[in-house]
């Protein structure tokens, strides 16, 4: 499945899926289940989604000193190569940016917005919800790449760029919009941004908020919090940044490695001396693309000291173990779905024009959709069963919010029949399939990426399902740039299509549903949608009781309409290699808190290579 992030998260713990800030378990060799309990490797509670795997482990041994950490990054597209936190978009490009991005501000265990040297962070943060401010302190001595200091005013350039009318990112939304003068520098108005305040030194800013909402206490909530270097990048026009060699060939950012090479399948990185947490212990890092078809193939030829997000559907390759390597997991913050396409984006008032009039506007027929995919048998045959049928919007990860009385959409072709014959689709005796309301044919085009080796298996799965309930659909696999390039710019001939988001820390749905977020592929709106999304948003919300169930309100409504079919939840496993000293599993919160021991400039290895089956163990 192909992912997109929520992009106000945090830069550091959105890509900690590839940066780790590595964490605690054992020496053993290739582990199962039972044998990672046994050795103290304590598997996850996720309730039904408990994987029996633990999400850390902790290999001892004497270190070599300095060595190569090799990363393998699993990718069946080239990566875009956009490395820099306002204008990246896909999670390729967010891993490659790891290494070097740094933490600025972060989340802990409970997903609130933190700083401070307790967390690693280059910064801290102070609320004043009365005032509608926060003010945000850069402490002394962090450094970019370029050796140059890194100050509040590297943060402010972050939003003059996202606010600028020539910028080419998506990430110009609400989050922005609610920064006081921001819609009149976006418009051309001020040169300056009102509501942001540099402190004489320029090491603290004070951003004032039309509205203090709910979520931004939470990390990924409403607060942007990815500093660029303005010193470095403020003479290239802001058209032009996406394409720059400072953004594609050299970034810097503040991060423990710095960027040396970078090509189509690889990047190499070097320590960062300099860095303010300390000079990282291991030289170097290689990341290197690796297709789906090579993972296995590569892990026991011990190319790699970790991969991240191993793909389910070769689990039983691996589930027993390989040789010098161990397994971790988690239930993740993000969900498959399959959405409609319902209208259409107008850049010009940034706000979704829903069409009632659209071939896929009627509920019954998306309905039908949801309810003729058995999508707990496609899990086990394809995933393992490491995939599970979402029933929401929001993934139980967030237990508070998670509307667990929801059933979704199980497997029902007679209900899906039934919605068909009631809306006016008829299937005319002998025919193949049914036709529209107007009895003329129809026809549903529907396009997914291409990569994986199960991708057109599932889609001609979703075909076959979709024919017996009298429906023609036509499928058709784009890669996956190309695909979310088509989304965004509403192309024809997309009907239906599938796709992932990744929650990140903050279940918010705004950034992702709300109908002036381009984000909303689908161009669903309506008041009530609207109404409900206001809701989690309002005063009344800093009452978490009243925020509660909110979110369960919006999730009842959001299935019920079914804009998008929510598919699977995602189990991520990632394995890693018995020389690397720690590892902790990217979705675990609250791990910056851990930095000083296992930060990625803490990393060790432990022996030359990686371990393999001729040398297990250290």
């Not at 299937?427 to 997914?448: C, M, Q, S, V």
């Amino acid at each position: 499945m192909f992912w997109k992030k929520k992009y106000n998260l945090l830069a550091t713990v959105a890509l900690m899926s590839i940066v780790l800030v590595a964490c605690g378990g054992n020496g053993d060799t290739g582990t199962t289940p039972e044998e990672t309990i046994e050795a103290g490797n304590q598997p996850i509670d996720t309730g039904d989604y408990s994987l029996g795997y633990g999400d850390h482990v902790i290999n001892e041994g004497d270190p070599i000193e300095g060595g190569t950490l090799n990363i393998g990054l699993i990718a069946d597209s080239a990566w875009t190569g956009i490395l820099n936190p306002v204008l990246w978009t896909i999670d390729t490009d967010a891993a490659l940016m790891g290494p070097i991005e740094g933490t600025f501000l972060t989340g802990d265990e409970d997903y609130k917005l933190v700083g401070g040297e307790e967390y690693g962070a280059a910064a801290d943060i102070e609320y004043n919800e009365d005032a509608n401010e926060v003010t945000i302190t850069v402490k002394e001595g962090v450094k970019w790449h370029d050796g140059e200091p890194l100050t509040a005013d590297d943060l402010v350039f972050a939003y003059e760029v996202i606010g600028h009318p020539d910028y080419t990112g998506v990430r110009y939304g609400d989050t922005m919009k609610n920064v006081v003068g921001m819609e009149e520098y976006r418009n051309g108005e001020t040169d300056t941004i009102e509501g942001m305040t540099l402190s004489e030194d320029e090491m603290s800013v004070t951003i004032k908020y039309h509205e203090f909402k709910p979520n931004m206490y939470s990390s990924g909530g409403g607060i942007w919090q990815s500093p660029i270097p303005r010193h470095y990048l403020e003479d290239i026009p802001v058209g032009e940044l996406e394409q720059a060699d400072e953004v594609r060939v050299k970034p810097i950012g503040f991060g423990p490695f710095k960027v040396k090479n970078i090509s189509d399948t690889a990047v190499e990185y070097e320590a960062f001396v300099d860095y303010h947490l300390g000079a990282p212990k291991i030289d170097s890092i290689i990341l290197k693309r690796v297709p789906t078809s090579s993972v296995i193939s590569s892990l026991h030829n011990a190319e790699y000291d970790w991969i991240t997000g191993l793909p389910t559907d070769k689990f039983e390759n691996y589930k027993d173990g390989i040789p010098g390597y161990q397994l971790v997991g988690h239930l993740n913050a993000n969900y498959s779905y399959i959405g409609f396409k319902l209208g259409k984006w107008n850049s010009e008032e940034g706000q979704v024009e829903y069409d009632p009039e659209a071939k896929m506007s009627d509920k019954n027929l998306r309905q039908a959709m949801a309810y003729a995919l058995d999508l707990e048998t496609l899990s086990e045959q394809f995933y393992s069963g490491l995939r599970h049928r979402a029933t929401s919007h929001i993934p139980p990860t967030f237990d508070k919010y998670f509307n667990d009385e929801l059933e979704g959409y199980p497997h029902d072709p007679d209900k899906a029949n039934q919605l068909l014959d009631e809306a006016g689709y008829e299937w005319p005796e002998g025919e193949d399939y049914r036709l529209d309301k107007d009895g003329n044919p129809l026809t549903i085009h529907f396009t997914t990426g291409a990569g994986p080796d199960i991708a057109e298996e599932i889609a001609l799965y979703y075909q076959q399902a979709w024919a017996s309930i009298g429906l023609n659909v036509e499928y058709s696999l784009k890669e996956i740039n190309a695909l979310f390039d088509d989304l965004e710019q509403d192309a024809e001939g997309i009907d239906v299509y599938s796709a992932g988001w990744n929650i990140g820390h903050d279940p918010t749905p705004h950034d992702f549903h709300a109908p002036n977020s381009a984000f909303n592929y689908p161009r669903y709106a309506s008041e009530e949608h609207t109404a409900l999304l206001d809701k989690i948003q309002s005063d009344e919300a800093f009452d978490d009781d009243f925020r509660t169930e909110a979110f369960k309100e919006w999730q009842a409504f959001r299935i019920e309409e079914v804009p998008e079919i929510p598919a699977l939840w995602t189990t991520s496993l990632s394995i890693v290699n018995n020389r690397v000293s720690a590892f902790v599993h990217g979705s675990k919160p609250g791990t910056a808190k851990d930095h000083e021991t296992f930060g990625l400039h803490q990393i060790q290895l432990l022996a030359d290579k990686p371990m393999s089956e001729d040398s297990p163990t250290p």
